[in-house]
């Protein structure tokens, strides 16, 4: 009962930035939701990127992207947004937006399972 929609992806070169934005439909309020992005490259796994909770302050990050990324939200909005900067060529995917319904003092988890639903996706290239 969530429909999320990517946008923001495209080409850019290796130092570059990029910001992802995921915009949500829920049945609920959105504030009832973690949010998380992934990432697929050609031919691999879809892997946890970040994601952010419900509570202030609560996001987390892959320690290949820690320090360059940063994922916030807007609840008004009802969007999640992806700061991707100093890009690198390995940071070309295909990324995906995902949401789940969480209490508040839970904590989103690291898997594709975690979370119930997905966005279509938005593809980075970063050329090198």
């Known amino acids: 009962q969530v429909q999320l929609v990517e946008s923001g992806g495209g080409l850019v070169q290796a130092g570059g930035s990029l910001r992802l934005s995921c915009v949500a439909s829920?049945?609920?309020?959105?504030?009832?939701?973690?949010l998380a992005w992934f990432r697929q490259a050609p031919g691999k796994e879809r892997d946890f990127v970040a994601s952010?909770?419900?509570?202030?302050?609560?996001?987390e990050y892959s320690d290949s992207v820690k320090g360059r990324f940063t994922i916030s939200r807007d609840n008004d909005k009802k969007t999640v947004f992806l700061e991707m900067n100093n890009l690198e060529h390995e940071d070309t995917a295909v990324y995906f937006c995902?949401?789940?319904?969480?209490?508040?003092?839970?904590?989103?988890?690291?898997?594709?399972?975690?979370?119930?639903?997905w966005g279509q996706g938005t593809r980075v290239t970063v050329s090198s």
């Open positions: 829920p049945r609920l309020p959105f504030t009832y939701y973690a």
């Open positions: 952010i909770s419900r509570r202030p302050n609560g996001a």
């Open positions: 995902a949401a789940k319904q969480i209490i508040w003092s839970a904590v989103p988890g690291q898997e594709v399972s975690d979370y119930d639903y």
